[in-house]
């Protein structure tokens, strides 16, 4: 860390971003090291201004304690909408306008807070003194504290770093992704003025033959028209913005918001219209044949044109990345001129087990009842495993859509609540005895779960063939030279991934491998690897892994091979899910805290692994060894009154067998006896 820090004071200009990446493994500590240094450097007066972005604003606020506590002048910067500290109202009065304003480029201080009138006064909001949002501007630090979504935005006023860290990733909020209906795109701009009527005939004109090139399956770039050309009707476009220089601080918040809505509908479409010059003309300028940054296509019976842009980093002060995925191709693809790489790589003290002869996916998830059931045996088995040992918790994760899922399975309606409501719910509630947590952004930086004894990934995150082309056509789209390599249609229109032989890196280092789905494009593979592959480690690293005091769970249910999880052991899905009888009693003493034995109780305490009594004496049927594991637990809770507690289990051990047998139920006594 030392290292990257001198690296980047010592930086010289260049065409991009300095930038110097620390890759460590996820909870090696990186964050708080570089605080530490920072505070070293602060003793010997050699810090300048930090501004240090992380993944949310509970987590800007934990780093800004953490920072104090080092000696820093630190300050959390929070959004205008988000609470005050005292929990009086949002930041910012008018958070929701001003918000509206940023999205369509509008400058909030100039419109919404103080500005300097043509005859000298200055017109100011009526909230401008006592506004938290632009009094935390006003503090002296010499560290300020900002989510990550911030370095996407214009420079905040008192906000003047010379040197930003960026810990976790943030590459996504850069990708410009827009929908633009073709018929709108070919209509009369009712917002031009009529002055320009020629230009504005030749801009449709050229218009209808982009879409009609599209249609064909043809390039546009074989149009009659010049780079030039192409960005003149960009600009005609910007030439429909509605004006909103008449919106000014002191007025009220109706008037304001009148014309805002005016504006923000007119910068919908000419923003997006523009794009599409904009590219257009980029291609033209590289001499490109093909424009790989537009598409035409049918979604249900609707076209849609779709157009993929990067936006460039608006912040050139010298930038170190602390992430553990980071990718330095897609970085150098946003503007990021890497100077030096650092890579530290610890162990997870952990015991990973991963099913071999399933990927586990979203929709397998979703659409299959059995699926999810086995999902709850495992988590029954190791919130079990856990309350007999450590007692410190079990985390769930999966993506948010199947979360959603196992809830409502579970009886919540969330069918009058808002997103938010919904996700504040999935999040607080404990659901079969462990808590859930979702694949993506929601999943960084947080050390919430740091003391859970295990963690269960259902399934993986796994984009649409599609959106991950998307993305890399934003990234790399249009590369002079380097054509990217896309998936072709299949007969009924979808595209499938070929299977790529990827080995497993085992823990006793044997050699296994499995065939799973990969892109063909090794850039957008790339891609592929941080929202699937790494998504799931940083799920799972929400453990702290690497600093356990002891060997942690990690259950892996697909079979994709995870980076940096070496795997202790694999089995098949049947076999992680285990013996029903044996679900059925982790099942009963976990959700109700007690076991049973008698046929008609097993099935009233684990209705959704025996929903019938038939159904219980048909697996016994079937297998003697669930027969005899009946027997061997009545025999053990009959001198308990034919009801096993969990009191009554012994501790088994943390790295004992997958599937805890009877023998870890067994009394403390050898011969088990009645208990008061």
């Not at 930003?164 to 209509?187: G, H, M, Y």
């Not at 995925?325 to 650092?342: F, S, V």
């Amino acid at each position: 860390m030392t290292l990257a820090n001198r690296t980047l004071r010592e930086a010289s200009e260049g065409e991009g971003v300095p930038s110097v990446i620390v890759r460590a493994s996820p909870g090696a500590g990186k964050s708080t090291l570089e605080r530490e240094l920072m505070a070293e450097r602060a003793s010997e007066g050699q810090l300048g201004n930090v501004a240090f972005h992380v993944p949310t604003l509970a987590l800007a606020a934990e780093a800004t304690r953490e920072a104090e506590c080092l000696g820093l002048s630190a300050q959390t910067i929070r959004g205008r909408s988000a609470p005050r500290p005292d929990g009086n109202g949002p930041m910012c009065a008018k958070a929701e306008l001003v918000e509206q304003a940023n999205r369509i480029g509008l400058s909030a201080k100039e419109h919404f807070c103080e500005r300097k009138l043509e005859d000298g006064t200055v017109a100011r909001c009526p909230h401008f003194e006592e506004c938290a949002y632009l009094g935390q501007f006003r503090v002296d630090a010499a560290c300020h504290f900002l989510a990550t979504a911030y370095f996407a935005l214009p420079k905040q006023p008192g906000v003047d770093p010379t040197l930003r860290v960026l810990d976790e990733t943030f590459w996504k909020s850069f990708l410009w992704i827009r929908d633009i209906d073709p018929i709108a795109f070919k209509a009369p701009r009712t917002f031009l003025p009529t002055s320009g009527a020629a230009d504005h005939a030749d801009l449709l004109k050229a218009a209808a033959q982009v879409v009609g090139k599209l249609c064909a399956g043809e390039s546009p770039l074989a149009l009659p028209y010049s780079a030039g050309d192409f960005t003149a009707f960009a600009e005609l476009e910007h030439k429909g913005q509605a004006p909103a220089s008449d919106i000014r601080p002191d007025q009220d918040p109706l008037t304001q918001k009148r014309i805002l809505e005016k504006a923000a509908q007119a910068h919908r479409k000419v923003s997006r219209f523009a794009a599409v010059w904009k590219v257009l003309a980029e291609a033209k300028r590289l001499g490109l044949t093909e424009c790989e940054r537009l598409r035409l296509f049918t979604d249900g019976e609707k076209e849609v044109l779709r157009v993929m842009r990067k936006q460039p980093l608006r912040h050139k002060e010298p930038m170190l990345v602390l992430d553990a995925d980071a990718d330095t191709e897609i970085l150098a693809a946003l503007g990021c001129d890497t100077r030096a790489e650092h890579e530290l790589t610890l162990r997870p003290r952990a015991h990973v087990v991963q099913v071999h002869d399933h990927q586990m996916s979203i929709s397998a998830l979703l659409n299959s009842e059995s699926h999810r059931e086995g999902g709850r045996r495992v988590i029954a088995r190791e919130v079990l495993r856990d309350r007999l040992a450590k007692n410190t918790g079990v985390l769930v994760g999966a993506t948010r859509t199947v979360v959603q899922k196992f809830f409502e399975d579970a009886g919540h309606d969330f069918s009058s609540k808002s997103e938010t409501e919904i996700n504040q719910i999935m999040l607080g509630t404990k659901l079969h005895g462990a808590r859930w947590l979702w694949l993506g952004g929601r999943s960084l930086g947080s050390n919430r779960y740091k003391d859970y004894s295990a963690v269960i990934v259902l399934g993986r995150q796994e984009l649409p063939v599609s959106t991950l082309e998307d993305q890399g056509r934003a990234l790399w789209g249009d590369t002079h030279g380097e054509p990217l390599n896309f998936v072709p249609m299949d007969m009924k229109g979808g595209q499938r991934l070929p299977l790529v032989e990827l080995p497993y890196e085992m823990a006793d280092g044997s050699g296994m491998a499995v065939k799973v789905p990969c892109h063909p494009d090794h850039r957008i593979r790339r891609v592929q690897l941080q929202s699937r592959e790494l998504a799931t480690r940083q799920l799972v690293e929400r453990l702290r892994l690497a600093h356990a005091p002891y060997r942690k769970r990690v259950i892996l249910v697909s079979n994709i091979p995870i980076p940096g999880l070496p795997v202790d052991e694999l089995i098949s899905w049947n076999e992680l899910k285990g013996d029903r009888i044996d679900a059925a009693i982790s099942i009963s003493l976990v959700e109700n805290g007690f076991a049973r034995f008698k046929q008609g109780e097993i099935v009233e305490n684990a209705p959704r692994v025996f929903d019938t009594i038939d159904a219980l004496k048909g697996e016994l049927g079937e297998k003697k060894s669930s027969a005899h594991l009946i027997r061997r637990f009545k025999q053990f809770a009959k001198p308990l009154g034919g009801k096993l507690r969990l009191r009554d289990c012994r501790r088994p051990p943390l790295d004992a067998a997958t599937n805890w047998s009877v023998e870890l139920l067994l009394p403390e006594n050898a011969a088990p006896g009645p208990r008061g």
